[in-house]
């Protein structure tokens, strides 16, 4: 099977949605804090190993908590997978904090300051216009 091929991406949404059902229902671990989502899964060809890639709203402390409970939860969580998912293998799962989130908010931040600062100078431009014209 190849890593882009129909049935892996199929693959990938059903663990996706398991996943985030099991994790929002399932575990009860204070740890994990209550907004964490599932933002992609790459389930390996071979459907040995997923990699879980989820996004923690909260400071860096959070997402560090977050990542150590879903480690230890990790196990049961397979074992929940198998149960739902009727595959050949059920992968083991590797979760990654996934950034993209973040890095889309800092930079929309980004923007909308470099913005600020055009309509800032864009404004003063206006009242230095203004004023040389009423010199004239």
């Keep these: 099977m190849r890593k882009n091929s129909i049935k892996n991406t199929r693959i990938n949404q059903e663990v996706q949605k398991e996943l985030s059902m099991l994790i929002s229902r399932e575990l009860k671990d204070p740890r994990i804090n209550p907004m964490t989502s ?35 939860a990790a196990p049961f969580l397979r074992g929940q997978l198998a149960r739902g998912i009727n595959l050949r293998n059920t992968p083991e799962l590797l979760f990654v904090v996934d950034q993209s989130i973040e890095y889309g908010v800092s930079m929309s931040k980004l923007i909308n300051e470099v913005n600020a600062g055009n309509h800032k100078a864009s404004d003063e431009e206006e009242s230095d216009d203004k004023g040389h014209e009423d010199e004239q």
């Design 38 to 72: 599932i933002v992609a899964v790459e389930v390996a060809p071979d459907l040995k190993t997923a990699k879980v890639y989820i996004s923690v709203l909260g400071d860096e402390l959070s997402q560090k908590n977050t990542l150590a409970g879903l480690k230890s």
